[in-house]
C-alpha cells in the first residue's frame, strides 16, 4: 500500500485570490489613510475616505479577477478546440507529438510510445491537455469564485484600517502602521501554512511590501499637506 501524501496544490486558485484580495485591502486602504492623515485630513474625512476606499477597492478586485480569470478560461477553451481539431485531422502526429513529451521527461522512445499510445485510446483529449498544455483538473479556472473570494478578502483586510481610524483617539497614523503590519504577519503566516510554505519568508514578503506602501503614502501626505483638520 502506498502511504497516503497531503498535497496543497488544489488549494493554489482560491489561496492565490483570497490571499491577493487580504494583502490588498490591508496594504492599499491602509496607506491610502496614512496618505490622507499625514495631509492633516481630520477623523470624520478619514472615517469616509476608508470607507470609499474598501468599496472601491472590493469591487475594483472583483471585476479584475473576473476579467482576468474569464481571459484565461477563454485561452484554454480555445487551445482545447484547436487540440480537439488537430486530433481529429493529424492523430498520428499527435501520438508522435505526445510521445516525443515523454521522452523529453526521461522515458525511452519504445516505452514513451506505448504510453502515449495508452493514453490517447483512453482519453486523447485529456492526455493533450494535461501534458502538451497543461490544463488539468487541478488548474480548472472559475471566474466567479476568484471574482467573490477576492472581494471579500479584500473587504475583510480593509475592515482593519478602517476600525482604527474610527476608533483611535489619537496618532492615528502609528495605530494604523501597528494594526496593519500586524495583520499582515498574521496574514503572511496564515497563507504559508494553508499552502504549505515557509511562514518566514511569506511574513518576510509581505512586511517589506506593507512598510514600502505606507512609507511611501506617508511621504506624500507630508509633502502635500494642505491640513484639512
Same mark, same amino acid.
Given at each position: 500500500?502506498?502511504?497516503?501524501?497531503?498535497?496543497?496544490?488544489?488549494?493554489?486558485?482560491?489561496?492565490?485570490?483570497?490571499?491577493?484580495?487580504?494583502?490588498?485591502?490591508?496594504?492599499?486602504? &491602509? =496607506?491610502?489613510?496614512?496618505?490622507?492623515?499625514?495631509?492633516? *485630513? !481630520?477623523?470624520?474625512?478619514?472615517?469616509? /475616505?476608508?470607507?470609499?476606499?474598501?468599496?472601491?477597492?472590493?469591487?475594483?478586485?472583483?471585476?479584475?479577477?473576473?476579467?482576468?480569470?474569464?481571459?484565461?478560461?477563454?485561452?484554454?477553451?480555445?487551445?482545447?478546440?484547436?487540440?480537439?481539431?488537430?486530433?481529429?485531422? !493529424?492523430?498520428?502526429?499527435?501520438?508522435?507529438?505526445? *510521445?516525443?513529451?515523454?521522452?523529453?521527461?526521461?522515458?525511452?522512445?519504445?516505452? &514513451?510510445?506505448?504510453?502515449?499510445?495508452?493514453?490517447?485510446?483512453?482519453?486523447?483529449?485529456?492526455?493533450?491537455?494535461?501534458?502538451?498544455?497543461?490544463?488539468?483538473?487541478?488548474?480548472?479556472?472559475?471566474?466567479?469564485?476568484?471574482?467573490?473570494?477576492?472581494?471579500?478578502?479584500? =473587504?475583510?483586510? =480593509?475592515?482593519?484600517?478602517?476600525? /482604527?481610524?474610527?476608533?483611535?483617539?489619537?496618532?492615528?497614523?502609528?495605530?494604523?502602521?501597528?494594526?496593519?503590519?500586524?495583520?499582515?504577519?498574521?496574514?503572511?503566516?496564515?497563507?504559508?501554512?494553508?499552502?504549505?510554505?515557509?511562514?518566514?519568508?511569506?511574513?518576510?514578503?509581505?512586511?517589506?511590501?506593507?512598510?514600502?506602501?505606507?512609507?511611501?503614502?506617508?511621504?506624500?501626505?507630508?509633502?502635500? !499637506?494642505? !491640513?484639512?483638520?
Amino acid at each position: 500500500m502506498p502511504l497516503p501524501e497531503h498535497h496543497f496544490i488544489h488549494r493554489a486558485n482560491w489561496l492565490r485570490a483570497a490571499v491577493l484580495g487580504a494583502n490588498d485591502g490591508i496594504v492599499s486602504t &491602509a =496607506s491610502l489613510l496614512i496618505g490622507v492623515a499625514a495631509a492633516g *485630513a !481630520n477623523s470624520q474625512t478619514l472615517v469616509i /475616505t476608508g470607507i470609499a476606499a474598501t468599496v472601491a477597492g472590493a469591487l475594483s478586485m472583483a471585476a479584475g479577477e473576473y476579467v482576468s480569470v474569464s481571459s484565461q478560461a477563454d485561452t484554454e477553451k480555445a487551445d482545447l478546440a484547436r487540440e480537439k481539431l488537430s486530433l481529429k485531422e !493529424n492523430r498520428d502526429s499527435e501520438l508522435l507529438e505526445l *510521445a516525443e513529451i515523454y521522452q523529453a521527461r526521461g522515458l525511452s522512445p519504445e516505452l &514513451a510510445n506505448t504510453v502515449a499510445e495508452q493514453l490517447m485510446a483512453h482519453n486523447a483529449l485529456e492526455a493533450h491537455a494535461r501534458d502538451e498544455l497543461g490544463i488539468s483538473h487541478v488548474t480548472d479556472t472559475n471566474p466567479l469564485q476568484a471574482a467573490w473570494s477576492s472581494a471579500l478578502a479584500f =473587504s475583510a483586510g =480593509s475592515a482593519l484600517p478602517l476600525v /482604527t481610524v474610527w476608533t483611535a483617539p489619537s496618532h492615528v497614523m502609528i495605530w494604523l502602521a501597528v494594526a496593519s503590519l500586524t495583520a499582515l504577519t498574521l496574514l503572511g503566516w496564515s497563507a504559508a501554512k494553508s499552502g504549505g510554505a515557509k511562514p518566514l519568508r511569506a511574513v518576510g514578503r509581505v512586511l517589506f511590501w506593507g512598510c514600502f506602501a505606507m512609507a511611501a503614502t506617508a511621504a506624500i501626505g507630508q509633502l502635500f !499637506n494642505i !491640513n484639512l483638520s
